[in-house]
């Protein structure tokens, strides 16, 4: 359960990111138990390079029980007629272990490459009759290997959200589109956007009244997540930004709600 809330808190704030030298920060809670994590995003670039940082995590008890778990995600790639085009995407995560996935897409054939290295502590112990206690030990196992994705993808998980403005514009209300992204967790690297209208986007506006009927939907992992639909809603502001993010009956304990708190930077 802990490994899903975090994931949830990290598509939260994902799915935050777009707009140009801008830092914010989300508070996440979870149904009854109130604030359990945070998010703060960034985005930084010039003329013709850009990078995009996440940096999501557990705090207070959740956190004691997730081992003080983090994951740090970042894109860096080129700016293609205002089009982010990843070229490079980096997973971190740690708690009583560090695991890293790295996706290199090289241009212009854009086959994706992903290495990966993990890095776990094993814990054991034994009776030293010389000592008369138990002593504690601590081995580190490593370990790393490379292969080369079934897909391609123009975006990684970062840069989508980032470019969403322009993907919107090609999907009618009422219609969905299906997206690859770097860092999906299925086999295709499928990423589902929908442009809801009629029964859902007024269901939606309910979830999330303080809105300018900028409402979506994206299906990101519903294996992982295990919500109804594996659906992530969002409410955007006129420049696309998140102001709200839920998703709904995680792991059937409730709603994982993403809201922003703080941010400052201009589009320009």
């Known amino acids: ?102 996706y290199f897409v090289p241009m212009p054939d854009k086959s994706i490459q992903k290495f990966r290295f993990r890095e776990e502590n094993i814990y054991s112990s034994h009776f030293d009759f010389s000592k008369m206690q138990y002593i504690k030990e601590t081995e580190v196992k490593k370990s790393h290997s490379v292969k080369r994705l079934p897909y391609q993808a123009d975006n990684d998980l970062l840069s989508l959200f980032f470019n969403i403005n322009s993907i919107l514009g090609t999907i009618p209300e009422g219609k969905r589109k299906v997206e690859h992204a770097i860092g999906a967790r299925n086999d295709k690297g499928e990423i589902i956007i929908t442009n809801p209208t009629g029964k859902k986007r007024r269901e939606l506006a309910k979830l999330m009244p303080n809105n300018e009927n900028r409402l979506i939907t994206v299906v990101v992992d519903q294996d992982i997540f295990k919500s109804g639909q594996g659906e992530l809603y969002l409410n955007l502001d006129k420049d696309h930004l998140a102001i709200d993010a839920m998703l709904t009956d995680v792991l059937l304990f409730g709603d994982v709600k993403g809201k922003r708190v703080w941010m400052e930077g201009s589009l320009d």
Do not use: C, W
């Not at 808190?9 to 914010?24: F, P, R, V, Y």
């Not at 894109?75 to 995407?89: A, M």
């Open 1 to 102: 359960m802990r490994t899903k809330i975090l994931l949830a808190i990290l598509s939260l704030s994902i799915a935050s990111l777009q707009a140009a030298s801008i830092s914010a920060r989300y508070d996440i809670s979870f149904s009854i138990f109130g604030k359990i994590g945070e998010a703060n995003v960034r985005y930084e670039h010039d003329a013709r390079f850009y990078y995009i940082y996440v940096d999501a995590g557990l705090i207070g008890s959740a956190a004691s029980m997730a081992n003080n778990r983090r994951e740090i995600h970042e894109s860096f790639g080129i700016i293609k007629e205002g089009v982010l085009l990843p070229e490079l995407y980096k997973k971190t995560r740690t708690s009583d272990h560090r695991y890293e996935e790295s």
